[in-house]
């Protein structure tokens, strides 16, 4: 199992970014997937998940009607689109499916 992130970087707040997770080794649109994000010195926690279909998302309320969660099945990637970012937005985010992570992505929102 490979899960590789990628679309961080630093955006004003306000901002927005998409973040990107390429899977490979295990059958994507058997597993639901989720996004975590671990801001300094801060538990890892989690941010958003979706069914293997793609049919029913749940977010924490921290980022409810800010963050969009989704997944194209036929490129087996999974996407994190963040709208309305805020400085405490500011973590290093991965993707999990299955019990494996990615290597995470930096998002830092600061002016």
């Known amino acids: 199992v490979q899960l590789v992130e990628s679309g961080g970087g630093l955006v004003q707040p306000g901002g927005s970014l998409r973040l990107s997770c390429l899977a490979s080794g295990f059958r994507f649109s058997n597993y639901g997937m989720s996004w975590f994000r671990q801001a300094p010195g801060k538990g890892r926690e989690s941010v958003a998940a979706?069914?293997?279909?793609?049919?029913?998302?749940s977010y924490a309320d921290s980022v409810k009607g800010r963050f969009t969660i989704s997944r194209d099945n036929a490129k087996n990637t999974l996407y994190l689109q963040m709208n309305s970012l805020k400085p405490e937005d500011t973590a290093v985010y991965y993707c999990?499916?299955?019990?494996?992570w990615g290597q995470g992505t930096q998002v830092t929102v600061s002016s």
């Open positions: 999990n499916a299955a019990g494996n």
């Open positions: 979706v069914t293997g279909a793609g049919d029913s998302t």
